[in-house]
T-cell receptor, first 117, second 111 residues
Framework: AQKVTQAQTEISVVEKEDVTLDCVYE???????LFWYKQPPSGELVFLIR??????QNEISGRYSWNFQKSTSSFNFTITASQVVDSAVYFC??????????????FGTGTLLAVQP | DGGITQSPKYLFRKEGQNVTLSCEQN?????MYWYRQDPGQGLRLIYY???????QKGDIAEGYSVSREKKESFPLTVTSAQKNPTAFYLC??????????FGSGTQLSVL
């Protein structure tokens, strides 16, 4: 079964706090991709990162960092020194083969992050 | 600016009515997708199209129909057979096996 679990429904932090959003995935495929998307109040999903299953290197992009661990099937996302503009729903997604559409994404239920000033 | 345009932003459907959601992209992407988002849930795939004049059902296609007559356009019709149409609908496009770009969505409600 292919599945993405984001156990944290809602997180509230105060500005400048660090926050980690958890993502656990399930797949039997040996080749897969993991994604994080941000959905601000405007509704559009914004791509943040893609990671393939062969690359377990952690990645840092400004205040954002991602920790991919195949041993625990997790792909966690950390925001350092959070800001009010980080307030959004964050989705983790898994890309699997789906007939001919290898771009089918299986999404988690999302984590609503509220950053208070 | 390149991107995906969805219209309208808000749409209301009466009982027994079919409504059509528009999705246009100028990114020259071959693949296009329709997702449904319900509160507290992830996105679920309704239909996808990898090439003009071809489309495939996703996980929750019942009560929906699509067409792909032009590369840049992938309209979604919510038919009267869809008994629970209230949701946020997102259109996306991509190059083959690349990341998805999303539109800003259409909120559909039932009157």
């Amino acid at each position: 079964a292919q599945k993405v679990t984001q156990a944290q429904t809602e997180i509230s932090v105060v500005e400048k706090e660090d926050v980690t959003l958890d993502c656990v995935y399930e797949t039997r495929d040996t080749t897969y991709y993991l994604f994080w998307y941000k959905q601000p109040p405007s509704g559009e999903l914004v791509f943040l990162i893609r990671r393939n299953s062969f690359d377990e290197q952690n990645e840092i992009s400004g205040r954002y960092s991602w920790n991919f661990q195949k041993s625990t099937s997790s792909f966690n996302f950390t925001i350092t020194a959070s800001q009010v503009v980080d307030s959004a729903v964050y989705f983790c997604a898994l890309r699997v083969n789906y007939g001919g559409a290898t771009n089918k994404l299986i999404f988690g239920t999302g984590t609503l992050l509220a950053v208070q000033p | 600016d390149g991107g995906i345009t969805q219209s309208p932003k808000y749409l209301f459907r009466k009982e027994g009515q079919n409504v059509t959601l528009s999705c246009e992209q100028n990114l020259n992407h071959d693949a296009m997708y329709w997702y449904r988002q319900d509160p507290g849930q992830g996105l679920r795939l309704i239909y996808y199209s990898q090439i003009v004049n071809d489309f495939q059902k996703g996980d929750i296609a019942e009560g929906y129909s699509v067409s792909r007559e032009k590369k840049e356009s992938f309209p979604l019709t919510v038919t009267s057979a869809q008994k629970n149409p209230t949701a946020f609908y997102l259109c996306a496009s991509s190059e083959f096996n690349e990341k998805l770009f999303f539109g800003s969505g259409t909120q559909l409600s039932v009157l």
